[in-house]
Structure formats: structure tokens, C-alpha cells
């Protein structure tokens, strides 16, 4: 009797979880900070999307997934249909629409690239649900991505998801990304497989030695001594494993997991990933000459900001939320102030005034849409 008592207790808990999650994500949005939104995404799309290709000029497959992740996070946000077209034109949700679809050849052996398509069709799956409209070709592809990179999990360095199908490497986003797409993937399907995934996944992340004695996630592991290869700390590696553990938690109840998410966050906000309380890769510098972020490192502080407010979605906890409010805001007035030009696009630099050292790409406006959108449902406004 006991046990049936304490598991009547968690299916409460599940319940309570469950509908506070729906309401959280209803949650009011800042209607301004929308506008805004809605600026750069017109911008991105009329600038780099082509219609024909369904692809973003100069992009590739995995900002392409994010990009498309964040117009569809904006739609549920506004409630409106402005992108409404673009899922179903765009090359991977043609390939998503098309059973037929080898992904493993559309995938390329990019484990971490694999897991941003994930994300995309499943957050295009739930506008389409939203709207009543049939999402089953892109579940179903999500889920046949997600068997794919669950059997790219091996022992090596006692186990982890590999990089790249090469198996050369094994990195911090592949796996913080694993852990976020087991723990969602179990939310949204209630099948424990995923959920065992995620839980030997945050095992092997947290014991890996990856998190420096800074609380921030290096690039990944030394392939011959499995120890952290102490390469650069990227900033999106700080929030994807917060967003994973966000979802652990919704599926478990067990809050000590936020408090390791907000371990790398903190870290964040107070390391030289920020100056002057705005996020500034490595890779970033306002000034001519100096060094630029590449395609890829374009939107990483974008996703940053968008994997908080995932798990801030996931948290639902009005005090964790208050941490953040500021920073978000902050992130947000210097995508508009410092990064954006009077065309609406954004570059890559949001510290200080472009002098420059901006890069101007699909990727870089992506990023300051994910800030912008982000802020628009945790900023203040
Ligand atoms: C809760 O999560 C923490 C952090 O991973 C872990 O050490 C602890 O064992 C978990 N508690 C339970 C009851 O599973």
C-alpha cells in the first residue's frame, strides 16, 4: 500500500507538473519585445531564405534547424501565422514530409547537427498542433533522428553519445543536447527509454569532468586520456545542458537537477563570456581586424538565451525566473541598440557598437532573434 501511495503521490506531482508546464508556456509575452521580434525575423526571412532551395543563403543544416525552431517559437508566441508556410518549403522539412527520407545520408554523421533538427521539427510539430494541423510526419521523423543518435552511444570514456558518426570525439553539446532531447523526448512521449537515456546521460556528463572548476562547460574530451581537453567555453554550452536538466527535472520532480543547471548559467553571467553584463563569445570583436565568429559561432549566444528560457519553461518557478530577468533584458537591448542596423539585420556582435568587427550572416540574425524572443516571455517589459 505503500508504494501505490507514493506512486499515486508522483502521478499528482506529474499532473500538477504537467498543467503548470502548459500554463507556464502560455505565459504572458511582451508585446513590444514581439514587435521587435517580428522585425528581425521579416528581415532574416525576405534577406537570406530562399524560397526555391528552402534553405537560408550561406547557412547550413544545423542553424538552418535553429532558425526555423525560432520562427515557430515566435508564432506560438504571438499566436499568429506570419511563417506559417515556411516548415513544409524549407529542405529539412521537405525531408521530414518525405518518409521515404534517408537520414542518415540527409545527416551527414553530425551527431550534435542531428539533435538542432530534432528540436526544429518537434517545435514545428507543436505549432502545427496548435493550429490543428496533422504534425505526425515530423514526429515521426524526430523519433527516427533520435534512435539513430541513441545508438551512437558507446563506452568509450565510459560512455557518451559520439560527436561525429568517425567516433573521433566526444563533446559537451552532442551530449548536453542528448540529454535534452532524451528528457523531452520522454515528456512528450511518456516511453521510459527515453528517460533511462536521459538519466545515464546526466550520469556520464556530470562524472565526465567536462564542467571546470569555473562551472563552465570546455569544448569536450581529450581523445586518448578521456580528460577535459580544456578547449574553449562556448557560450551555448552553458545553457543547453541548463534547458536538458530542466526537462530532467519536469520528468522526476528532483530540483536538485536545476540547481546544477543554474550552476552553469551563474557561471555565465559572471565569467569573461560577458562584458558589461552583455554575452561576448571569444570569437567576438566590435572593432576591424580583430577576430570574427565563424558561421557556427555566430549564433551561439543566441541559443544561450533561448535554451534559458527553455528551461525557465521547464523550472516554472517564479524566483528562479527572477534571476534572469535582467540579464535577459539586457541581452535583448543590445541585440536593438549595438547589434541590429537600421535594415533590421543583426550582426554577430551585441557588447558594443559595430566598428567593424561585426559579422553579418544568416546566423548572426538568428541569434538576435532567439535574444529578442526570449526576452519577450522572460525580460522585463
Ligand atoms: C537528484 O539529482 C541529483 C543530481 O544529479 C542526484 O545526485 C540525486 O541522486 C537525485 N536524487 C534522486 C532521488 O534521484
Known amino acids: 500500500m505503500k508504494l501505490l501511495a507514493a506512486s499515486t503521490a508522483v502521478s499528482l506531482f506529474l499532473a500538477e507538473r504537467a498543467s503548470a508546464t502548459a500554463i507556464q508556456h502560455q505565459r504572458r509575452q511582451c508585446a513590444a519585445t514581439l514587435n521587435d521580434a517580428t522585425t528581425i525575423a521579416n528581415e532574416l526571412q525576405s534577406k537570406y531564405f530562399n524560397t526555391g532551395t528552402g534553405q537560408y543563403t550561406d547557412g547550413e543544416l544545423w542553424t538552418d534547424s535553429n532558425t526555423l525552431e525560432d520562427l515557430h517559437n515566435l508564432m506560438l508566441a504571438t499566436g499568429n501565422d506570419d511563417y506559417g508556410t515556411v516548415a513544409d518549403n524549407s529542405w529539412v522539412g521537405k525531408a521530414a514530409l518525405d518518409s521515404s527520407t534517408d537520414w542518415n545520408s540527409f545527416l551527414g554523421g553530425s551527431n550534435d547537427d542531428a539533435q538542432w533538427v530534432i528540436l526544429a521539427l518537434w517545435k514545428i510539430g507543436d505549432y502545427k498542433t496548435a493550429r490543428g494541423q496533422d504534425a505526425s510526419a515530423y514526429t515521426s521523423s524526430a523519433s527516427k533522428i533520435y534512435d539513430i543518435i541513441a545508438g551512437q552511444w558507446d563506452d568509450t570514456c565510459g560512455g557518451g553519445v559520439w560527436w561525429s558518426t568517425a567516433h573521433t570525439y566526444k563533446n559537451a553539446i552532442t551530449n548536453e543536447l542528448f540529454l535534452l532531447t532524451s528528457a523531452e523526448g520522454y515528456l512528450r512521449t511518456q516511453d521510459q527509454t527515453y528517460l533511462t537515456n536521459a538519466q545515464n546521460e546526466w550520469n556520464w556528463l556530470f562524472n565526465s569532468g567536462m564542467r571546470n572548476s569555473d562551472g563552465l562547460f570546455n569544448d569536450g574530451l581529450d581523445s586518448s586520456t578521456c580528460a577535459n581537453n580544456g578547449q574553449t567555453t562556448w557560450t551555448y554550452n552553458q545553457a543547453v545542458v541548463a534547458s536538458g536538466l530542466g526537462a530532467l527535472y519536469a520528468a522526476t ?51 544561450w538565451t533561448k535554451h534559458v528560457q527553455f528551461y525557465l519553461d521547464y523550472a516554472n518557478d517564479a524566483s528562479r525566473t527572477a534571476k534572469y530577468t535582467d540579464f535577459l533584458s539586457s541581452q535583448y537591448s543590445a541585440v536593438i541598440h549595438y547589434g541590429m542596423n537600421s535594415a533590421h539585420d543583426v550582426g554577430s556582435v551585441w557588447y558594443a557598437p559595430d566598428n567593424g568587427g561585426s559579422v553579418w550572416q544568416p546566423e548572426a540574425s538568428a541569434s538576435g532573434l532567439e535574444a529578442v524572443v526570449s526576452a519577450a516571455k522572460y525580460g522585463s517589459c
Not at 255 to 276: K, R, Y
Open 253 to 303: 520532480g528532483n530540483s536538485t537537477l536545476l540547481d546544477q543547471a543554474e550552476i552553469s548559467l551563474d557561471a555565465t553571467m559572471s565569467s569573461s563570456l560577458v562584458s558589461n553584463d552583455i554575452l561576448k563569445e571569444s570569437c567576438d570583436d566590435a572593432d576591424a581586424g580583430g577576430a570574427q565568429c565563424n558561421h557556427d559561432q555566430q549564433i551561439f549566444k543566441g541559443i
